[in-house]
Nanobody, 115 residues
């Protein structure tokens, strides 16, 4: 059974940086995409950033130029480097890995940006 284990969340001051990691345990084949979503209180879950097997990336407009998504295929791991963090980035961040016949989600990690 595949599990996604996230790490790297926490409390950071505005302007600071965090790096999220998400590693998949178990056997996964033919990954199509890996990405990060977030959900703030009272809001819907939204895409933050995603990267395909071919290396194409997609970002929410609100994080372009500040966040970078990357992947390490050999480890089935996806990262999210978050710089210049703002209070509006506060949310639970979820990683997602999907293929043709599967769609796995992590348990979520809290990111709080506050002074």
């Amino acid at each position: 059974q595949v599990q996604l284990v996230e790490s790297g969340g926490g409390l950071v001051q505005p302007g600071g940086s965090l790096r999220l990691s998400c590693a998949a345990s178990g056997s996964i084949f033919s990954i199509k995409g890996m990405g990060w979503y977030r959900q703030a209180p009272g809001k819907q879950r939204e895409l933050v950033a995603a990267i395909t097997s071919g290396g194409n990336t997609d970002y929410a407009d609100s994080v372009k130029g500040r966040f970078t998504v990357s992947r390490e295929n050999a480890k089935n791991t996806v990262y999210l480097q978050m710089n210049s963090l703002k209070p509006g980035d506060t949310a639970v961040y979820y990683c997602r890995i999907w293929g043709g016949l599967y769609d796995y989600w992590g348990q979520g990690t809290q990111v709080t940006v506050s002074s």
